[in-house]
């Protein structure tokens, strides 16, 4: 890790990063719960134990009579399972519910939807992670509130014990004599230092409390990139973090259909690469590096573990120049890069390959940071007809967005934010499983069900809609990734995010 990107990780604060998403925190799922097609969101409480906010949007369908909500440690319903919340419909909307649930353990959680109307009824699985990501501050007023209160507690506690000594066993009315009062002296000097000493032990507790929070707050793994001299231009990327050889080990499975999603972006956003490597071991994995210019790049690697946790491998890397040919490793290897290095530009269209060209179809509003917006993108040939997109790693498109700082990073699709991995984790798990035997059943599946994935989540031909609320203000770049006869095609644009 060069120091400048981690400083800037410290600086953005590692807070922010959750896991599978950098700065992202939040949960997109858009997909068909029976005869109902539906928009889940769930933004986590950042700590552990927390209150997880549900809302689930009612994209199309009607007569929707109820909608239950449960979360699912590790995803399978147990006989210690509370009952499902119902969430509520939120008041002055027909069609957006909310609830709030207790994710109560660390790890890899599924929130069960089911919904119920006259149409029938369906259920979705939406993954996410519980990870303590954030220590919640005192805030100064509040601080110096409570100081004034405890300070007043404790003159009050000695007062009480004096006055008991003195006169709590005298009939009303009655003085108390030159020895209880010494009495009550000498017992109140004994209580300062005693009390003192319980305070003194309750901020003891306190702070390792604290510090087991601290110790427990979600951090990317540690890795190293390195790029081999010579011909090829091999990247790998290691995991060399101490936790993986222990308690964070799972094995791997795939995520529509590869192991790891590495993406690299020039941190100016000029360039963008998203590459699929093979893995060389259990903590490797090697790539053909494309063209790309030099210079420095961020490098994010998505990966899932069998136990539906899902997550981004952080690191930076310093390209040099390449002009070998690139035999690219995997045949859904793709990259892009600017024509004009590092110029920002807010136009609605992208120039693709082949003379096509990528529409982004949003009104003049501006995007706010928090509010969930569906992202459209239409993609025409050069005829000016809607493009034949083809399904791609079993989804129709796949796009990545992130602020121009680096401080938030999402990979999404017209599915949302969730790792497909993840979901097939949770659907396919059983309990007779031994490590590595969901793998291979994941694997499987994902080959089987990957063309029909795709079509599930198909709108308008040639358009794509994808679920996304920016989290926080800023420039934002967003790459979106289709493919027509046969070739993956790079649409770009950028924004502004205002504040909420
Ligand atoms: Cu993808």
Do not use: C
């Given at each position: 890790?060069?120091?400048?990107?981690?400083?800037?990780?410290?600086?953005?604060?590692?807070?922010?990063?959750?896991?599978?998403?950098?700065?992202?925190?939040?949960?997109?799922?858009?997909?068909?719960?029976?005869?109902?097609?539906?928009?889940?969101?769930?933004?986590?409480?950042?700590?552990?134990?927390?209150?997880?906010?549900?809302?689930?949007?009612?994209?199309?369908?009607?007569?929707?009579?109820?909608?239950?909500?449960?979360?699912?440690?590790?995803?399978?319903?147990?006989?210690?399972?509370?009952?499902?919340?119902?969430?509520?419909?939120?008041?002055?909307?027909?069609?957006?519910?909310?609830?709030?649930?207790?994710?109560?353990?660390?790890?890899?959680?599924?929130?069960?939807?089911?919904?119920?109307?006259?149409?029938?009824?369906?259920?979705?699985?939406?993954?996410?992670?519980?990870?303590?990501?954030?220590?919640?501050?005192?805030?100064?007023?509040?601080?110096?509130?409570?100081?004034?209160?405890?300070?007043?507690?404790?003159?009050?506690?000695?007062?009480?014990?004096?006055a008991a000594v003195r006169e709590s066993?005298?009939?009303?009315?009655?003085?108390?004599?030159?020895?209880?009062?010494?009495?009550?002296?000498?017992?109140?000097?004994?209580?300062v230092p005693l009390l003192a000493f319980?305070?003194?032990?309750?901020?003891?507790?306190?702070?390792?409390?604290?510090?087991?929070?601290?110790?427990?707050?979600?951090?990317?793994?540690?890795?190293?990139?390195?790029?081999?001299?010579?011909?090829?231009?091999?990247?790998?990327?290691?995991?060399?973090?101490?936790?993986?050889?222990?308690?964070?080990?799972?094995?791997?499975?795939?995520?529509?259909?590869?192991?790891?999603?590495?993406?690299?972006?020039?941190?100016?956003?000029?360039?963008?690469?998203?590459?699929?490597?093979?893995?060389?071991?259990?903590?490797?994995?090697?790539?053909?590096?494309?063209?790309?210019?030099?210079?420095?790049?961020?490098?994010?690697?998505?990966?899932?573990?069998?136990?539906?946790?899902?997550?981004?491998?952080?690191?930076?890397?310093?390209?040099?120049?390449?002009?070998?040919?690139?035999?690219?490793?995997?045949?859904?290897?793709?990259?892009?890069?600017?024509?004009?290095?590092?110029?920002?530009?807010?136009?609605?269209?992208?120039?693709?390959?082949?003379?096509?060209?990528?529409?982004?179809?949003?009104?003049?509003?501006?995007?706010?940071?928090?509010?969930?917006?569906?992202?459209?993108?239409?993609?025409?040939?050069?005829?000016?007809?809607?493009?034949?997109?083809?399904?791609?790693?079993?989804?129709?498109?796949?796009?990545?967005?992130?602020?121009?700082?680096?401080?938030?990073?999402?990979?999404?699709?017209?599915?949302?934010?969730?790792?497909?991995?993840?979901?097939?984790?949770?659907?396919?798990?059983?309990?007779?499983?031994?490590?590595?035997?969901?793998?291979?059943?994941?694997?499987?599946?994902?080959?089987?069900?990957?063309?029909?994935?795709?079509?599930?989540?198909?709108?308008?031909?040639?358009?794509?809609?994808?679920?996304?609320?920016?989290?926080?203000?800023?420039?934002?770049?967003?790459?979106?990734?289709?493919?027509?006869?046969?070739?993956?095609?790079?649409?770009?644009?950028?924004?502004?995010?205002?504040?909420?």
């Open positions: 890790m060069t120091p400048r990107w981690g400083e800037l990780l410290v600086a953005a604060g590692v807070l922010l990063v959750a896991s599978a998403h950098v700065g992202s925190p939040d949960t997109f799922y858009e997909g068909d719960a029976g005869p109902y097609r539906v928009r889940v969101i769930v933004r986590p409480p950042g700590v552990v134990p927390g209150r997880a906010e549900i809302t689930v949007r009612l994209l199309s369908g009607s007569g929707l009579r109820s909608v239950l909500v449960l979360p699912l440690h590790g995803g399978r319903p147990t006989a210690q399972d509370p009952p499902p919340d119902s969430a509520q419909r939120v008041s002055g909307s027909s069609d957006l519910y909310d609830a709030q649930l207790w994710l109560m353990d660390a790890g890899a959680y599924s929130i069960r939807v089911d919904v119920a109307g006259t149409a029938g009824s369906g259920t979705v699985l939406v993954p996410v992670n519980s990870i303590a990501t954030r220590r919640l501050g005192f805030d100064t007023p509040l601080a110096i509130v409570l100081l004034g209160f405890g300070a007043f507690l404790f003159v009050g506690a000695i007062t009480i014990v004096g066993v005298l009939a009303p009315g009655t003085e108390p004599d030159a020895g209880r009062r010494r009495r009550s002296w000498w017992i109140r000097l004994i209580a319980a305070l003194f032990a309750g901020k003891k507790w306190w702070d390792r409390d604290d510090a087991a929070h601290a110790a427990s707050l979600y951090r990317p793994m540690d890795v190293k990139t390195t790029i081999a001299a010579g011909p090829g231009h091999l990247l790998t990327l290691a995991i060399t973090d101490s936790e993986w050889f222990g308690r964070r080990f799972s094995p791997l499975i795939p995520d529509h259909g590869k192991l790891m999603h590495l993406f690299l972006v020039r941190d100016d956003l000029s360039a963008f690469a998203h590459l699929h490597p093979l893995m060389i071991d259990s903590s490797t994995f090697r790539t053909a590096l494309p063209p790309l210019p030099p210079g420095p790049y961020r490098v994010y690697g998505d990966i899932v573990q069998e136990n539906g946790f899902s997550q981004t491998l952080l690191d930076s890397v310093t390209l040099t120049a390449n002009r070998d040919p690139w035999k690219s490793l995997d045949s859904d290897d793709s990259w892009w890069k600017s024509s004009q290095p590092s110029a920002v530009s807010y136009q609605p269209e992208s120039q693709l390959e082949d003379a096509a060209t990528m529409t982004w179809l949003r009104d003049s509003a501006p995007i706010v940071a928090g509010r969930d917006i569906e992202l459209r993108f239409a993609v025409r040939t050069k005829e000016g007809k809607p493009a034949p997109l083809e399904p791609y790693m079993g989804m129709l498109s796949h796009a990545v967005i992130t602020r121009a700082d680096g401080a938030v990073f999402v990979h999404l699709h017209p599915a949302g934010t969730i790792s497909m991995g993840s979901q097939l984790v949770y659907a396919l798990r059983r309990s007779s499983d031994t490590t590595g035997v969901l793998a291979a059943r994941i694997t499987a599946a994902e080959q089987a069900a990957a063309p029909m994935a795709s079509m599930a989540t198909g709108g308008e031909p040639g358009t794509v809609t994808l679920p996304y609320a920016f989290p926080q203000p800023g420039p934002y770049r967003i790459w979106v990734q289709v493919k027509v006869r046969g070739r993956v095609l790079t649409g770009v644009f950028d924004t502004q995010v205002s504040p909420s």
